[in-house]
């Protein structure tokens, strides 16, 4: 998976509790992305990273914030998870943008919120 | 704008046989077209691109797609299905070359191949 890592994989929650997932990466890539995956969505864009501390929001960002303190570490915090949040979640890297420049996916994250 | 629609959700092919997995697409600059394969429980991994160089695009484990403007297509085809080609395909469009400019995926193809 392209040097890739999430974790946790798999994550139980309940709805009203703050939830953190880490994409960690060892390409030195600049562009780093979160995406969620919904059966009969696709993937849709939450956030993405464009350098350390520069980020912006996708398509679906209501409830989620991110930060981006390291080259390497791209978090995606949902402050109070609520069941519309259980997805599937994958980071998503590439070093350039744009064009037909491809992103590079991560294994994904499980979240299921009670 | 830019948006991919893959009208089949499900296809389902004998092994052996040819797979076509369907995508059209609007775009409202030239468009770069992905697609991409996920088995399960995995990630999703770069099957090819479409970079303008060539309109018939090769990729890997045999697939290959042709872009056709006037169709507004990018349709992925095997000759001879496996049965490890049963995943989830997606297809992807960008439609600017600009740094800042997002992909937008289709909501994905499931390919089932019998025995």
């Known amino acids: 998976d392209a040097g890739i890592t999430q974790s946790p994989r798999h994550k139980v929650t309940e709805t009203g509790t703050p939830v953190t997932l880490r994409c960690h990466q060892t390409?030195?890539?600049?562009?780093m992305y979160w995406y969620r995956q919904d059966p009969g969505h696709g993937l849709r864009l939450i956030h993405y990273?464009?350098?350390?501390?520069?980020?912006d929001k996708g398509e679906v960002s209501d409830g989620y914030s991110v930060s981006r303190s390291k080259t390497e570490d791209f978090l995606l915090t949902l402050e109070s998870a609520t069941s519309s949040q259980t997805s599937v979640y994958f980071c998503a890297i590439s070093s350039l943008a744009g064009g037909n420049n491809e992103q590079f996916f991560g294994p994904g994250t499980r979240l299921t919120v009670l | 704008a830019q948006s991919v629609t893959q009208l089949d959700s499900h296809v389902s092919v004998s092994e052996g046989t040819p797979v076509l997995l369907r995508c059209n697409y609007s775009?409202?600059?030239?468009?770069?077209l992905f697609w991409y394969v996920q088995h399960p429980n995995k990630g999703l991994q770069l099957l090819l691109k479409?970079?303008?160089?060539?309109?018939l695009v090769k990729g890997i484990n045999g697939f290959e797609a042709e872009f056709k403007k006037s169709e507004t297509s990018f349709h992925l085809t095997k000759p001879s299905a496996h049965m490890s080609d049963a995943a989830e395909y997606f297809c992807v469009v960008r439609s600017s070359a600009g740094a800042n400019s997002k992909l937008t995926f289709g909501k994905g193809i499931t390919l089932s191949v019998r025995p």
């Open positions: 390409e030195n890539h600049r562009y």
């Open positions: 479409y970079t303008s160089a060539a309109t």
């Open positions: 775009s409202s600059y030239s468009p770069s």
């Open positions: 990273s464009y350098g350390v501390k520069d980020t």
